[in-house]
């Protein structure tokens, strides 16, 4: 069975960093891309970054570019994803998802908060 | 990202059918076979429905199928039921941006 299981969310000031994990198993990780995907409390899916199956290419949305850092370790079978400069608009719940090409986000993890107040 | 444009809402008696459309460009949905379908229900992430405009994977009930024409695709419950009251969100690959989300439509089962 497919499990993703985010962690490291919780709440930060304006302008701190958070880092979330993301560990993968039931799957063969290797074989994904893998894409971080964010939504408000209330609101829409948001794309936020993507990751090479080998890590060699990274894709972010502008909104996060420079601030963000999209990662993954295959021998761990582990996404991450590091986020800086954090501002009130990144409040969100955070998923993890295996991308199996051209968007078909295939399994999604449960999600992590990130609450950004001050 | 580009935004595609779905309906708010949406409802439908139970055994009836509900369509929902995706209206994009000829960047995204127009161009590329590439359109996902997503049910949400409250509180949980989000759950692949449809794939490649019309595949549906495993597990995924025939109740559910997909469709595009032109830059507009559609997702189509059929027999509605109770458990299919959920927010239902479309994705295209882009130029670009590479990827077109939708605004989400709420389905509501009367």
């Known amino acids: 069975e497919v499990h993703l299981v985010e962690s490291g969310g919780g709440l930060v000031q304006p302008g701190g960093s958070l880092r979330l994990s993301c560990a993968a198993s039931g799957f063969t990780f290797s074989d994904y891309w893998m894409t971080w995907v964010r939504q408000a409390p209330g609101k829409g899916l948001e794309w936020v970054a993507n990751?090479?199956?080998?890590?060699?290419?990274?894709e972010y949305a502008y909104s996060v570019k420079g601030r963000f850092t999209i990662s993954r370790d295959n021998s761990r079978n582990s996404l991450y994803l590091q986020m800086n400069s954090l501002r009130v608009e990144d409040a969100a719940v955070y998923y993890c998802?295996?991308?199996?090409?051209?968007?078909?986000?295939?399994?999604w993890g449960q999600g992590t908060l990130v609450t950004v107040s001050s | 990202q580009s935004a595609l444009t779905q309906p708010p809402s949406a409802s439908g008696s139970p055994g009836q059918s509900v369509t929902i459309s995706c209206t994009g460009t000829s960047s995204d949905v127009g161009r590329y076979n590439y359109v996902s379908w997503y049910q949400q229900h409250p509180g949980k992430a989000p759950k692949l429905i449809i794939y490649y405009v019309s595949e549906r994977p495993s597990g995924v009930p025939d109740r559910f199928s997909g469709s595009k024409s032109g830059n507009t695709a559609s997702l189509t419950v059929s027999g509605l039921q109770a458990e299919d009251e959920a927010d239902y969100y479309c994705i295209s690959y882009a130029d670009g941006t590479q990827v077109a989300l939708g605004g989400g439509t709420k389905v509501t089962v009367l």
């Open positions: 998802v295996a991308n199996g090409g051209w968007y078909k986000l295939a399994y």
């Open positions: 990751i090479h199956k080998d890590g060699s290419i990274e």
